[in-house]
Structures are given as structure tokens and as C-alpha cells.
């Protein structure tokens, strides 16, 4: 099977997570990327090639996912205007340094994120109370973990998506609800600045993009009709699951190199 149809199938799955889960997709379609092409006799694609297709999938993804979220209004335009415009700064400057980090560095940032985040989705917590609208955090702190989620979601392609979820939820203790809608417009940022560094640095395959990107179109949309059908915290466990399976995949290869 040819790389595009690989990276087609991929971004079709990893978009309907997205739009589920509020995970911009990065952490199912890294996976996915790194060890379905050779399983399907497609040639392997690199490290640095694949956090830059995350990151062109996050982009369609986290804006659709976002646009069809605050339809239901589970989006909180002041934690999207407070968060937002850190976690870009510091995730342009990750994904310049990306550049020159080893891969088996990236991917050890990665599984530690992704594992972080996923024993985080299954702790008890109180969420504050409040709507979308009227909701209220502790600003600095919420400035102070996007520009360090940024910094590092922005080096192994993922913007921290999955990991401003679990921040949302468990430190600024936003309803789960209304942190997957606000995660996708917060990771939209996160993905643009991301993107331009990586284009900056020849990180991006712009073929195998250009699909990454209509997968989400298709796919995203889908995910999130299907979310807001959904009980919040059977998609906090759902998420936990998928992010801890990323994780320890991801670890096993950056430490053994298989």
C-alpha cells in the first residue's frame, strides 16, 4: 500500500478522534504514521516528517472541531484569548528548536506528555462552576502552562493538545465539556505557530499534507457531532486510553529504537 493511501486511512481515524476528543489528533495520528506504513508494506516515514503532518492535522482539525464545538457553546472565548496567544509564541520557538533534536529525544517528549496527560484524565476532580461564557481560572497559571505546553507540543507536533485538556480540566478545573471544545481553539494557535516553524525548518511533506488535511475535513466534523451525543466523562476515559496507549507505544520505540 502506497504512503498516500496510508496517511489517508490514518488521517481519516486520527480526525474523528479529534473532533471526539478535543486531542487535535496528533496523538493517534503520530502513532499511526510511525508504524502503519510498514506494517502495510509502505516505506517508513521519518520522525521530523511525521510531526509535521500532526501538525497540518491539527490545524483542520482543531479549527473544525472548535467551529462545530462553540456551535453547542462548549468554548470559552476568554480562556481561548488568555491561552492562546502564549502557547503560539512558545510554540513557534519548539518547533524551530525541534529542528535540531534528536528523534529519539522528540519522541521521549512526546510519550511523557501523553502519559502525563492520560493519568491526569483519570483522577476524581470538581470542576469550578460556570458556562463557557462566565467561566473563571487562575490567569496566570493558565498563561504559565500554555507557554510550557506550547514550547513542548510545538517540538513533537501535537501543540499540546491533549495534554491543555487535562490542564483544563484538572488543574483550572474547567468542565470536560467545555475544555474539549475550548482545547481545539486554544491548540488551533498552538498548530499555526507549530506549522510555520516547522515549514521554516523543511519539516513538512507537502503531498502527504495536502491529504493529512482533507482527511480532517472529512473525518473532524464527524467526531465532534458524535462527542456532544456523548456522557463527558466516558470521553475522559476514552481519551485516558488512547493517550496512555500512544504513550508507552511511543516510549517502548524512543528507548529501544523498534
Given at each position: 500500500m502506497?504512503?498516500e493511501?496510508v496517511?489517508?486511512?490514518?488521517?481519516?481515524?486520527a480526525?474523528?478522534?479529534?473532533?471526539?476528543?478535543?486531542?487535535g489528533?496528533g496523538?493517534?495520528?503520530?502513532p499511526?504514521?510511525?508504524?502503519?506504513p510498514?506494517?502495510?508494506?509502505?516505506?517508513?516515514?521519518s520522525?521530523?516528517i511525521?510531526?509535521?503532518l500532526?501538525?497540518?492535522q491539527a490545524?483542520?482539525?482543531?479549527a473544525?472541531?472548535?467551529?462545530?464545538?462553540s456551535?453547542?457553546g462548549?468554548?470559552s472565548?476568554r480562556?481561548?484569548w488568555?491561552?492562546?496567544?502564549?502557547i503560539?509564541?512558545s510554540?513557534?520557538?519548539?518547533?524551530?528548536?525541534?529542528?535540531?533534536?534528536?528523534d529519539?529525544?522528540?519522541?521521549?517528549?512526546?510519550?511523557?506528555?501523553?502519559f502525563?496527560?492520560a493519568?491526569?484524565l483519570l483522577?476524581?476532580?470538581?470542576p469550578?462552576?460556570?458556562t463557557?461564557?462566565?467561566i473563571e481560572?487562575?490567569?496566570?497559571?493558565?498563561?504559565?502552562?500554555?507557554?510550557?505546553?506550547?514550547f513542548f507540543?510545538?517540538?513533537?507536533?501535537?501543540?499540546?493538545?491533549?495534554f491543555?485538556?487535562?490542564?483544563l480540566?484538572?488543574v483550572?478545573?474547567v468542565?470536560?465539556?467545555?475544555?474539549?471544545?475550548?482545547?481545539l481553539?486554544?491548540?488551533?494557535?498552538?498548530a499555526i505557530?507549530a506549522?510555520i516553524?516547522?515549514?521554516?525548518?523543511?519539516?513538512i511533506?507537502?503531498?502527504l499534507?495536502?491529504?493529512?488535511?482533507?482527511s480532517?475535513?472529512v473525518?473532524s466534523?464527524?467526531?465532534?457531532?458524535?462527542?456532544?451525543?456523548?456522557?463527558?466523562?466516558?470521553?475522559?476515559?476514552?481519551?485516558?486510553i488512547?493517550?496512555?496507549?500512544?504513550?508507552i507505544?511511543?516510549?517502548?520505540t524512543?528507548?529501544?529504537?523498534?
Amino acid at each position: 500500500m502506497p504512503d498516500e493511501a496510508v496517511t489517508a486511512l490514518s488521517g481519516l481515524v486520527a480526525s474523528f478522534l479529534s473532533g471526539l476528543l478535543g486531542i487535535g489528533g496528533g496523538l493517534a495520528l503520530t502513532p499511526l504514521l510511525l508504524y502503519l506504513p510498514p506494517l502495510l508494506g509502505a516505506p517508513a516515514l521519518s520522525v521530523k516528517i511525521v510531526t509535521g503532518l500532526t501538525i497540518v492535522q491539527a490545524i483542520s482539525g482543531s479549527a473544525l472541531g472548535a467551529i462545530r464545538h462553540s456551535r453547542y457553546g462548549n468554548v470559552s472565548l476568554r480562556l481561548v484569548w488568555l491561552m492562546g496567544p502564549p502557547i503560539a509564541a512558545s510554540s513557534l520557538v519548539g518547533a524551530f528548536v525541534s529542528r535540531d533534536t534528536s528523534d529519539s529525544v522528540l519522541l521521549l517528549i512526546f510519550a511523557t506528555l501523553a502519559f502525563a496527560g492520560a493519568v491526569m484524565l483519570l483522577l476524581p476532580v470538581t470542576p469550578r462552576p460556570g458556562t463557557a461564557v462566565d467561566i473563571e481560572v487562575h490567569r496566570p497559571l493558565a498563561v504559565a502552562l500554555a507557554l510550557g505546553l506550547g514550547f513542548f507540543g510545538g517540538m513533537v507536533g501535537i501543540g499540546g493538545i491533549a495534554f491543555i485538556i487535562a490542564a483544563l480540566v484538572y488543574v483550572l478545573r474547567v468542565p470536560p465539556r467545555i475544555a474539549i471544545g475550548t482545547s481545539l481553539a486554544i491548540g488551533l494557535f498552538a498548530a499555526i505557530a507549530a506549522f510555520i516553524g516547522k515549514a521554516a525548518t523543511a519539516q513538512i511533506d507537502p503531498p502527504l499534507a495536502a491529504i493529512v488535511f482533507v482527511s480532517a475535513l472529512v473525518a473532524s466534523p464527524v467526531g465532534a457531532a458524535v462527542s456532544v451525543r456523548t456522557q463527558p466523562r466516558l470521553l475522559l476515559v476514552i481519551l485516558a486510553i488512547v493517550v496512555a496507549a500512544a504513550a508507552i507505544r511511543i516510549a517502548i520505540t524512543a528507548l529501544t529504537g523498534t
